[in-house]
């Protein structure tokens, strides 16, 4: 299940994945050491306890556009998690994918590790997706050189809270099926790169990885696009944030 999660949002989710089984194995290997410790001073008074367990399209061959998805050549966000930086940038090609109804133009958006400089990221290139907006919805149509068939909806539009929607594509040969809601903040987000309002959320709950329940939640503000990420796995949460938002 982990290779076919990596395909439902973004690029980041492989990596924020990576880093939530990480720190869920380390939070478990932590909380056995300590439990560990506690045993060995009971066995001086008593016997060690047991740990308990427990609607279609309309014309979406054109381009359309929305605020909280911007896309542009060169846009560029710069992103942190755990003390690790990984930047996106929006390839100044565009290219032409899908058939019939489907068919849309695509921006390759390349992510990178490290942070950007003048709007130009450096590092190592981590993988590439292909993302059209379509007047439905934003939707990704291909995922490293893997085309996703059909195309996967991650942001339903227009932007109505509490919308839902099921999504089931094949991507890479592995099926991609769950559901996403849409919900509006009552507040404002704060982020490294700053303060936002208006801010919508699109969450997936009731996934799995490695036996553990999964959820995810990211948040689009106006003008921006993703702020804020959220992966919680068996209960670990890993953020990501928006350090730096470049329009170049």
Not at 86 to 103: H, L, P, Q, R
Not at 111 to 133: C, F, N, P, Q, Y
């Amino acid at each position: 299940m982990k290779a076919t999660l990596k395909y439902l949002l973004f690029p980041l989710l492989a990596l924020s994945l990576t880093l939530a089984v990480g720190a869920y194995a380390q939070d478990k290997k932590d909380t056995s050491k300590k439990d560990e410790k506690k045993d060995e001073k009971k066995d001086d008074k008593k016997d060690d306890k047991k740990e308990d367990t427990k609607e279609k399209p309309k014309d979406p061959s054109k381009e359309a556009s929305t605020e909280y998805y911007p896309l542009k050549a060169g846009m560029t966000w710069t992103y942190k998690s755990d003390g690790k930086t990984f930047t996106v940038k929006v390839d100044s090609k565009t290219e032409k994918k899908g058939e019939g109804k489907d068919a849309a133009e695509c921006y390759k958006l390349v992510t990178r590790l490290g942070d950007s400089v003048a709007g130009d990221a450096t590092g190592k290139e981590v993988t590439t997706e292909l993302i059209a907006v379509r007047k439905d919805g934003v939707f990704r149509y291909g995922f490293e050189n893997s085309d996703a068939k059909p195309p996967l909806c991650f942001l339903k539009l227009p932007v109505k809270a509490g919308d839902k929607w099921d999504f089931d594509s094949k991507i890479g040969g592995q099926d991609v099926k769950g559901s996403f809601s849409l919900a509006e903040e009552k507040g404002s987000v704060k982020v490294a790169q700053g303060e936002y309002k208006n801010v919508i959320t699109v969450s997936s709950e009731g996934l799995k990885i490695d036996n553990q329940n999964v959820s995810i939640k990211y948040y689009f503000a106006p003008k921006v696009g993703m702020i804020k990420q959220v992966v919680t796995v068996g209960g670990t949460p890993v953020e990501i944030e928006l350090e730096k938002f470049s329009e170049k």
